[in-house]
């Protein structure tokens, strides 16, 4: 049949694919697996490692396709695949419904997936749905009765429906038959969440304690002080002076909320989401994501040309759930600032910040895995936020009109001041619906229970229960925090 590739020429143009893939070369991985695969046929892993590389690369609707032929094809374990595409949808498609249908026709296929019931389980979280999410995660607990995820999401819905002494004697029992450190972290960390909602503090600080040393011990990787003082060195030397604004060539006006991992940012997201004019897209990767095809990073920006950044712009808006004013809350892109000035020179950010012994204690008691490498250690993360200090008083000096601070401690305190100025900043009148208790959105955060409940300051001075497991970094910290 003409058109069709000889088997011997795919299979060179695969291995080649593979190679690259391997190699972390995604765009030409992708290139090389496509030109093999061009006439709809080969093999069907080659078809689900093209829906890898496409996911990897943002190029998340061509790898729901990818992974779908993959299916068709007959590939071994087709509900691994599902499980991708369901990822997929949940955290860059915004679309949680059909990402559960992809789970349960996986669970069809192979009721002993725990992974897919973890991760149903999540979703149903996400939405607020408490019995689905504990049914979800005892299946999971079935399959797999040590599981730590499982254990320490159980014992988080515990917590959040009023619960908090069952959870702490389920978490105590379950780590009797647990000894994983991975899985022992996950119900150290949620028995530390119990401890501390019973204010029984002293022992809440061992247990997290515990959970951060064991969660340390597995980490793959370490954060390095200096790197990262050379980073923000690098990114204030990249970005000296303001890039002038200009008209926007299209009315999609992202808004991006950034600052410190648990500085109040989902909450301030859910409330001007409320708005009518605002659609709230939760935590992109994309400016991490064009970050790192930036290279050498931060220098590259400043000589992008006006056709890329045109379409390194037009590649930004194609990952948001719609035009008009969205909402990006993914809190390290202030580390990107200058980046996203260039791509968007009107862009407006709000910067959320909330007390530093606060924000740090916050962080020490959240279980990130190794998305966040300075998480396990009080005085790493004293010196991160030390150096996020450093670089916020940089962008605000470059851009004082464009950056507005949004406090979470006066926010709990006064919400319709705080919320009014944020939507005076963003050119938007006041709504009454932003204040309305409760949200019916997805919510995809570590903060979806808390921000569902009415505003209250309960998070506030939290750190004065600690105050002596804390008294060694305060003085690490930049004068006035």
Known sequence: ???????????????????????????????????????????????????????????????????????????????????????????????????????????????????????????????????????????????????????????????????????????????????????????????????????????????????????????????????????????????????????????????????????????????????????AAGELDAIPMLARNLQPYPESVPALGDDRAARLRQDYLEALPGPGLVTDKRCDNFLHIGLIKTLFPDARIIHTRRNALDNILSVYFLYFGDAITYSHDLAEIAHYYSQYARLMRHWQALYPDDIHTLDYDALVDQPRQVIESALTFLGLPWEDGCLAAGNTDAIRTASAWQVRKPLHARSSGRWQHYEAQLAAIRPLLPAGD
């Not at 509900?79 to 369901?86: D, H, I, K, V």
């Not at 004697?169 to 119900?187: K, V």
């Not at 990262?228 to 060539?249: G, K, M, N, Q, S």
């Open 1 to 279: 049949m003409p058109g069709l590739m000889t088997d011997p020429a795919r299979a060179d143009l695969l291995a080649r694919a593979d190679r690259l893939l391997g190699q972390g070369n995604l765009r030409d991985a992708i290139d090389a697996y496509r030109g093999a695969l061009a006439d709809g046929g080969g093999p069907a892993d080659a078809w689900y490692n093209l829906a890898w590389a496409e996911r990897g690369d943002g190029r998340f609707h061509d790898a729901l396709a990818s992974y779908a032929k993959a299916i068709a094809l007959g590939m071994d374990r087709p509900e691994e695949a599902m499980l991708n595409r369901a990822a997929i949808l949940t955290e860059q498609l915004f679309d949680p419904t059909r990402a559960a249908e992809e789970l349960d026709t996986a669970l069809r296929l192979n009721p002993g997936f725990v992974l897919a019931w973890l991760n149903l389980g999540t979703i149903h979280e996400d939405l607020g749905a408490v019995e689905a999410a504990r049914g979800a995660y005892h299946r999971a607990l079935a399959l797999d009765p040590a599981n730590g995820r499982a254990r320490a999401r159980l014992g988080a819905i515990d917590i959040a429906t009023g619960n908090a002494a069952q959870a702490a004697s389920d978490l105590r029992n379950a780590l009797g038959t647990t000894q994983a450190y991975e899985d022992r972290a996950e119900i150290l960390f949620s028995l530390g969440a119990a401890l501390d909602e019973q204010a029984d503090y002293a022992a809440a600080f061992q247990a997290y304690e515990a959970a951060n040393q064991h969660a340390r011990a597995i980490a793959r990787a370490r954060y390095d002080p200096r790197a990262h003082e050379a980073l923000v060195d690098r990114i204030i030397a990249t970005f000296p002076t303001p890039i002038a604004p200009r008209a926007a060539a299209d009315d999609s006006r992202p808004i991006f909320i950034c600052g410190m991992f648990r500085s109040g940012s989902t909450l301030a997201e859910q409330i001007l989401g409320r708005h009518s004019a605002i659609t």
